[in-house]
């Protein structure tokens, strides 16, 4: 089955730290872009970041700029988002994209439904 699983969400108090995972099943994941996105209650889902397929590029929004890492492991076809300094602001649902191309506007990642696979998300919940 072809298909992209995120998990390691949960509940968090500002100033912790989670990492989240995107494991690809039935493709490899070394021939894709993967983006990071997420979507808080009652707004558009946003681009958080991105790495790219050949020489592991990185991209990341302002807001989460200088607290979160991504990476890839193509040996476990995986990507992971190491999210720390976490604030309640970062709360939402967490998808991960691949895609041949990503979409930028203005210099920010966009969602697209020309993605090739999305995953199902993983909540994050940053609160006291």
């Not at 872009?33 to 946003?46: L, N, S, T, V």
């Not at 991209?59 to 979160?68: C, I, L, M, P």
């Not at 709360?91 to 691949?98: K, L, M």
Request: glycine share 12%; hydrophobic share 30%.
């Amino acid at each position: 089955q072809v298909q992209l699983v995120e998990s390691g969400g949960g509940l968090v108090q500002p100033g912790g730290s989670l990492r989240l995972s995107c494991a690809a099943s039935g493709f490899n994941l070394e021939n894709y872009h993967i983006g990071w996105f997420r979507q808080a209650p009652g707004k558009e889902r946003e681009g958080v970041s991105c790495i790219s397929r050949n020489y592991g590029s990185t991209y990341y929004s302002d807001s989460v700029k200088g607290r979160f890492t991504i990476s890839r492991d193509n040996a476990k076809n995986t990507v992971y988002l190491q999210m720390n300094s976490l604030k309640p602001e970062d709360t939402g649902v967490y998808y991960c994209a691949a895609g041949r191309q990503l979409l930028f506007s203005q210099g920010v990642l966009r969602p697209s439904d020309e993605y090739d696979y999305w995953g199902q998300g993983t909540q994050v919940t940053v609160s006291s």
